[in-house]
């Protein structure tokens, strides 16, 4: 009952914050469309929160000469559906140049296909990692509009296959979500890992949103795996790990970056959890990243900054902001000429909070360069809106997720290759 109020208000706030602030007749609208709920409620409700803390900032600092730049959150509900339906609305009808959104591939990618690239719309997400994203890219059907603040799972199922085998874990059985994301993640997962000598003794896909995930794991076990990969979001995976301790399954567990979640770890039971290992798209930590970690829980009203999504989320609304501070303008085309502009290298480095903003700002007017170093670290975008990072390797303990290890992207890019 708590978590249902909880999350009601949540969804309330969120929504009541759609509204322009400010009223003036300069303001900038900027399209949100996150899943605030659904099976990734979690991953949006952060997100969203984010993207405000970072529009937030660049309008205490003084906007776009002058305009504040608002959003209009949309409830994708974890559908790719309703997705498109309310992008659709958001460029047609409130004639938005940018969309920050979906948070989980399967939401990004049709809002791509259906809305903004037929309409040369900026789109930014935080969190989509699939593979896909980058093929559409490169055989041109993006029109170069979209941009990403997470590392391809083409590299993660890479990193994710490197560091299982260095916990010793060499025989895998996997679960995985049947969507675009859950599917690539495999295949990535399985050619590295199998490619540096471990044995996948399964491969179980399964539809979100079910009440029982019982027969899922029975057919998992087969094969007396040393661990479970499960590829899942934290409302499925919580009811898939249950029904797979309950089965008897070995209580030793890969997983996503998603699955970095204390409503997972609290549903499932921390004491299950023991020998849990992940991996999740890295930081290099920078001056954004401690201004980000020192007041994002306050501007939230309790969302913990390690929350899934919460920190790139924050990136994605700050180099949106200054692209269109670049660009002047509500431009669409503009705004995407200027998104890899302003992380590239030659730049005056600038990062998170009102006072670095307004420096940004400054030098924007004076016509210098800037490069935003956000929360996650330093990056650019290649010709596809990808970037390249670190990988970070984490455990759970306690109750805790616990970093312990990082792998580049030159080590993981290595592996690749040698496949």
């Known amino acids: 009952?708590?978590?249902?109020?909880?999350?009601?208000?949540?969804?309330?706030?969120?929504?009541?914050?759609t509204a322009p602030t400010f009223g003036a007749d300069c303001d900038i609208t900027v399209g949100l469309v996150m899943e605030l709920?659904?099976?990734a409620g979690e991953y949006g409700q952060?997100?969203?929160?984010?993207?405000?803390?970072?529009?937030r900032d660049i309008n205490d600092a003084g906007g776009v000469n002058g305009c504040k730049i608002v959003a209009d959150t949309r409830d994708s509900q974890s559908q790719g559906n309703v997705a498109v339906d309310q992008a659709t609305q958001l460029v047609n009808i409130k004639k938005v140049p940018v969309i920050i959104g979906g948070i989980i591939s399967s939401v990004s990618i049709p809002i791509l296909t259906s809305v903004t690239a037929p309409a040369g719309v900026?789109?930014?997400?935080?969190?989509?990692?699939?593979?896909?994203l980058t093929e559409l890219g490169r055989s041109g059907k993006t029109n170069g509009v979209f941009f990403r603040t997470i590392t391809s799972d083409a590299l993660q199922g890479t990193a994710a296959a490197k560091f299982a085998m260095d916990q010793g874990l060499k025989k895998i059985a996997i679960i995985n979500?049947?969507?675009d994301f859950g599917v690539n993640m495999v295949n990535e997962f399985a050619t590295a890992y199998q490619k540096l000598g471990g044995t996948i003794t399964s491969t179980t896909p399964y539809n979100e949103k079910q009440s029982s995930y019982a027969s899922e794991a029975s057919a998992a076990m087969a094969g007396e795996p040393d661990a479970l990969y499960l590829v899942s979001t934290p409302v499925d995976g919580a009811t898939i790990a249950r029904a797979w301790v309950?089965?008897?399954?070995?209580?030793?567990?890969?997983?996503n970056d998603g699955m970095n979640s204390k409503d997972f770890i609290e549903s499932v039971g921390a004491q299950y959890l023991e020998n849990a290992y992940g991996t999740s798209s890295g930081t290099s930590p920078t001056a954004s990243t401690e201004y980000f970690t020192g007041n994002y829980e306050a501007f939230s009203g309790g969302i913990s900054p390690s929350a899934p999504a919460?920190?790139?989320s924050y990136d994605a609304g700050a180099i949106v902001a200054l692209a269109i501070a670049k660009a002047g303008k509500a431009d669409a085309a503009a705004i995407k000429a200027a998104m890899p502009e302003v992380v590239a290298e030659g730049g005056t480095p600038i990062h998170a909070g009102k006072e670095e903003f307004a420096k940004a700002l400054q030098l924007i007017k004076d016509g210098k360069p800037v490069k935003y170093e956000g929360v996650i670290g330093p990056v650019s975008f290649d010709k596809y809106g990808d970037i390249t990072g670190p990988f970070r390797l984490w455990k759970i303990?306690?109750?805790?997720?616990?970093?312990?290890g990082e792998l580049s992207a030159e080590e993981v890019t290595k592996i690749k290759t040698a496949q």
């Open 1 to 17: 009952m708590r978590t249902t109020f909880l999350l009601s208000a949540m969804v309330a706030a969120l929504a009541a914050s």
């Open 37 to 39: 709920t659904g099976p």
């Open 46 to 55: 952060a997100g969203a929160k984010s993207v405000e803390m970072a529009f």
């Open 122 to 132: 900026v789109q930014v997400s935080p969190a989509s990692s699939s593979p896909t």
């Open 177 to 179: 979500v049947n969507n």
């Open 246 to 255: 309950s089965g008897g399954g070995k209580q030793t567990f890969l997983l």
């Open 310 to 312: 919460a920190d790139r």
């Open 397 to 404: 303990s306690n109750g805790e997720v616990t970093t312990v």
